[in-house]
């Protein structure tokens, strides 16, 4: 079965700080991609990065970056200098082949909610 | 913005009741996918259609059923509804079928079943 853990449930810091969360994800496949999305406060749900189960590259964007280990089935992301417009919740998911052999919809984690205080 | 519509953006009835939510893709999308987020369950995935067919099913209650049109617009409808399908309903959409395709999500309907 195919599952993500998102095992911090809310993380708080000081703006400037730097912030890791985390994401540990179990599946048999060995074509998968993981996915972050943020919801703001708002409500919506942004797509901030995509990355498939064969790159294990780092990425970086701005602040943000995320460290990838099939080894340990993490997929970590870390916000640099953090800022009080990160306040959110931060999802992980996992898209693979399900039962059936469809793909495409994703599996979510239950999300950490960061709060950036000023 | 992400280019997915969807509406009404909340929904306040009665236990018992039907409603509908409806959504738009992004142009181009032919892929329309529902997701509810609840508390307890989390974001959830309900649905899948690619142009105009049903292509995958997740945790969906025998009580809601979806659709998308020849315009490739999608409803979800929610019938016989109970206090526990008070929820947030995303849809979202992407290009095609396949797991490497990002989704863009609209910004739900937040249902209240009261």
């Known amino acids: 079965a195919q599952k993500v853990t998102q095992a911090q449930t809310e993380i708080s810091v000081v703006e400037k700080e730097d912030v890791t969360l985390d994401c540990v994800y179990e599946t048999r496949d060995t074509t998968y991609y993981l996915f972050w999305y943020k919801q703001p406060p708002s409500g919506e749900l942004v797509f901030l990065i995509r990355r498939n189960s064969f790159d294990e590259q780092n990425e970086i964007s701005g602040r943000y970056s995320w460290n990838f280990q099939k080894s340990t089935s993490s997929f970590n992301f870390t916000i640099t200098a953090s800022q009080v417009v990160d306040s959110a919740v931060y999802f992980c998911?996992?898209?693979?082949?399900?039962?059936?052999?469809?793909?495409?919809?994703?599996?979510f984690g239950k999300g950490t909610k960061l709060s950036v205080k000023p | 913005d992400s280019g997915v519509t969807q509406t009404p953006k909340h929904l306040i009835t009665a236990t018992g009741q039907r409603v509908t939510l409806r959504c738009s893709p992004r142009s181009g999308d032919l892929s329309v996918y529902w997701y509810q987020q609840s508390l307890d369950q989390g974001l959830q995935f309900l649905i899948q259609y690619y142009n105009g067919e049903e292509r995958a099913k997740g945790n969906i209650l025998e009580r809601f059923s979806a659709q998308q049109f020849p315009d490739l617009h999608s409803e979800l409808n929610l019938s016989s509804l109970e206090l526990g399908d008070s929820a947030l309903y995303f849809c979202a959409s992407s290009t095609g079928t396949v797991m490497s395709d990002t989704q863009y999500f609209g910004p739900g309907t937040r249902l209240t079943v009261l």
């Open positions: 998911a996992l898209s693979g082949i399900n039962y059936g052999g469809s793909q495409g919809n994703l599996i």
